[in-house]
């Protein structure tokens, strides 16, 4: 493995110290993208769910802040 990973760096011209932070860097970063992005996606069909169920006596949360407006 360093032997390879001594080759590739070679072939970018920058030193194996410098090549091995970049893929850690990658290997971290992209991770957490996904991660936020499926942690928005739950959250959102959470709030969605929580819409839905969302009613007093029949009346819905948008009947409720429209009440008392002049049309």
């Known amino acids: 493995m360093p032997d390879r990973l001594a ?3 070679q072939e970018r011209g920058i030193s194996l110290e410098l090549y091995v932070e970049q893929v850690l860097a990658q290997q ?3 991770p957490e993208e996904q991660t936020d992005q499926e942690s ?6 959470r709030i969605r769910e929580l819409r839905k169920q969302n009613k ?3 009346l819905r949360t948008k009947d409720l802040i429209h009440e008392g407006h002049k049309y």
């Open 7 to 9: 080759a590739e760096a």
């Open 28 to 30: 971290v970063i992209a």
């Open 40 to 45: 928005v996606n739950e959250a959102i069909d």
């Open 56 to 58: 007093l006596d029949g």
